[in-house]
């Protein structure tokens, strides 16, 4: 075997294992979860308003508002869909999130209305008010069952 011809085994060898090594790159990186930029957005807000009171993880192992004259702990996040048959409530949520809820019997709800909060932070932008509701409903329903 000649010189060229060696040259053109080794060169052929060598694109074959750059081939070998992008394919295998590309599916490494395929196979990386994609991260729904929704419950990415959801979950910076849950980070800046949530997470005090419901804990990091949605639990409600954080402490009772320090105004509220309820000893009891907020609500697990990550039992919703299980406490509501198996479905996600996201009507409730979006709901709560944004008018707050009433609690006649117990007195006013010390969860902040985000609704209210959303707005001035937008200056009334019902459009961003919405997005930053859906979203933190998005990242509260990936939070279900963990």
């Known amino acids: 075997m000649g010189s060229r011809a060696i040259h053109k085994v080794i060169a052929s060898c060598a694109l ?8 295998a790159a590309q599916e490494k990186t ?14 910076k ?11 990091d993880d949605g639990k409600g192992n954080g402490p009772p508002p320090k105004s509220s004259p309820f000893t009891e702990p907020p609500p697990d996040l990550t039992t919703l869909t299980k406490r509501h048959n198996g479905v996600f409530p996201k009507g409730y949520v979006k709901s709560v999130l944004h008018t707050g809820i009433s609690l006649p019997d117990h007195g006013p709800a010390e969860m902040p209305v985000w609704g ?6 937008t200056k009334s932008d019902e459009e961003k ?12 329903e990936s939070l279900q069952g963990k």
């Not at 209210?116 to 932070?121: G, P, Y």
Request: one cysteine or more.
């Open 16 to 23: 074959l294992g750059l081939a070998a090594n992008l394919s």
């Open 45 to 55: 807000l849950y980070k800046e308003n949530c997470e005090v009171c419901h804990g």
């Open 129 to 140: 008010i919405a997005a930053r509701i859906n979203d933190l409903t998005a990242y509260i």
């Open 30 to 43: 395929s196979k990386q979860p994609k991260v729904d930029p929704a419950i990415a957005a959801g979950a």
């Open 116 to 121: 209210l909060v959303f707005k001035a932070m």
